[in-house]
């Protein structure tokens, strides 16, 4: 008879009671030096004891499948036996033999180091191993894209080793690029054992802690669900939305009410997981921060399209951060874009197109109510050294360009343009002529698309990322 035990992550209380069983009736037991060291204490002094070197697991299979023949073989394996361990090996190796086989489940260290985190894998989860001794290398990183792609915590085991650190590497760059940064991580080094280090943190700061993972290391990467409550990770199952914890009644008006908060930010974050994609293989160069402004304008449209679209010029994102930094007036066309900016940054934000003197200037200069607005801004003084953000109407684009180009290199000029007006009529042109004033960095979305909502996301993104 052949027992195939798992002994758990390591200390003897997680030992199954079967499992200890097997260990104390064997007659023989076969094992690598570490987990036979771990289990010591249950064996008696007159069972045969094996030991095998890691990387001789075929070798040994056979030898514990030919020995069960005739003998009680306990053949060990860490955590549990049928999760990467010895189950399936010597289930193969005995088919053709008539040795009897049983396989006796452990603690995996999943759940071992999932209990020591909290409960970051209490709903749908999936495993991945690193290590591509035996599987390669493309076929891991295809399972890495979809299970980052998905909305659920994922377990790596095998995450390092001495000569293995290159994947837990492109492992943190795939999930950087599918998942929220601030995604919870939990990280469980010798669960169970002695010299147990236990860590949560972020997907973006994962790097910083490299040095202390290892092969005796778990890596939980937790999903949108996943919270840090009072230092434990715990992956929400969705209770909260339909009980009321206090009373330990449902309650039907709070299961809409958070449940759609909760809806909507899971939607949030599949939207932001399809961007995030079809940003990540957009041939185009662009710079980390064009690609976070190009991402929301994709994002505000649900069309990647816009990506062939928008143009950058002169580093026009980092000009914007600066002038959000600085509190730059923001002077928009339409007072539909001046809602849509953040509200953080909103009372900086000045709008003309209603102001009395505006209908004046309009009616005496033959000009549209947006072009005096604009007008009228810069007699106030605002548009030097601004942002300018023009949604939706050609003729203020016009304007603006009159402006700079009518005062000179010494003259007024706004530190960033953003255009993306929108119409069949005019508006790619007037596009056209801002990208061809010269050295004004400016957004601008090319031919008759685009609009406040595209609008909106530049600038929102600029102030986003200028409040990191
Ligand atoms: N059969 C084992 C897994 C073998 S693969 C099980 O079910 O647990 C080996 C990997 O398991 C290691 O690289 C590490 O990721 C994980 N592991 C094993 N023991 C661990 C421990 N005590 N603490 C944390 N992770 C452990």
Redesign the pocket.
């Given at each position: 008879m052949l027992s195939i035990v798992?002994i758990g992550?390591?200390s003897l209380d997680l030992l199954t009671e079967r499992a200890r069983a097997r260990i104390s009736s064997a007659d023989v037991i076969i094992g690598n030096v570490r987990y036979i060291e771990l289990i010591k204490d249950v064996i008696p002094a007159s069972t045969e004891v094996v030991i095998g070197r890691m990387g001789t697991e075929v070798e040994r299979a056979k030898k514990a499948v030919e020995l069960g023949q005739y003998k009680d073989v306990v053949l060990v394996?860490?955590?549990?036996?049928g999760?990467?361990?010895m189950a399936g090996l010597a289930i193969e190796v005995a088919a053709d033999s008539d040795t009897k086989l049983e396989i006796v489940p452990?603690i995996?260290?999943?759940s071992?180091?999932a209990a020591l985190l909290g409960a970051p894998i209490s709903n749908d989860f999936a495993v991945v191993?690193l290590s591509d001794l035996l599987v390669p290398w493309s076929e891991i990183e295809r399972k890495l894209e979809g299970l980052a792609k998905m909305d659920i915590a994922v377990v790596?085991?095998?995450?390092k080793s001495k000569n293995r650190t290159v994947q837990l590497e492109k492992t943190h760059g795939i999930f950087m690029r599918f998942r929220e940064r601030k995604t919870m991580v939990g990280i469980?080094?010798?669960?169970?054992?002695e010299g147990c280090e236990i860590e949560i943190t972020r997907l973006e700061d994962l790097p910083a802690f490299y040095h202390r993972i290892d092969?005796?290391?778990?890596v939980i990467i937790g999903c949108s669900a996943t919270k840090n409550l009072g230092g434990r990770m715990v992956t929400r199952r969705g209770y909260e939305r339909k009980y009321d914890y206090e009373t330990g009644n449902g309650n039907a008006d709070d299961i809409a009410a958070d449940g759609y908060v909760d809806a909507g930010n899971r939607v949030w974050e599949k939207s932001r997981a399809i961007v995030r994609d079809i940003i990540s293989k957009y041939p185009g160069s662009l710079s980390e921060t064009e690609k976070r402004v190009a991402g929301r304008v994709v994002f505000a449209n649900a069309e990647p399209s816009f990506l062939d679209l928008l143009v950058f010029n002169h580093q026009p994102v980092e000009t914007g951060i600066q002038c959000i930094k600085e509190g730059k007036t923001i002077v928009t066309d339409i007072e539909m874009v001046k809602a849509g900016i953040n509200k953080k940054y909103r009372e900086k934000v000045k709008c003309f197109v209603n102001a009395p003197e505006s209908m004046e200037i309009a009616k005496r200069e033959g000009l549209t109510r947006t072009a005096a607005g604009i007008r009228l801004a810069k007699e106030k003084g605002l548009i030097q050294g601004s942002i300018v953000v023009i949604g939706n109407a050609p003729s203020a684009c016009q304007e603006i360009c009159a402006i700079a180009l009518e005062e000179g290199d010494g003259g007024v000029k706004p530190a960033l343009i953003v255009a993306t007006p929108v119409g069949f009529v005019n508006a790619a042109e007037m596009k056209a002529k801002i990208l061809s004033m010269g050295n004004i960095p400016c957004i601008v979305i090319r031919g008759p698309r685009g609009g406040t909502p595209s609008a909106v996301a530049i600038i929102n993104e600029i102030i986003d990322i200028a409040h990191q």
């Open positions: 798992g992550p390591g394996s860490g955590g549990d036996a999760i990467y361990g452990g995996t260290s999943a071992a180091s191993s790596v085991y095998n995450p469980v080094r010798n669960a169970e054992r092969m005796s290391t778990t």
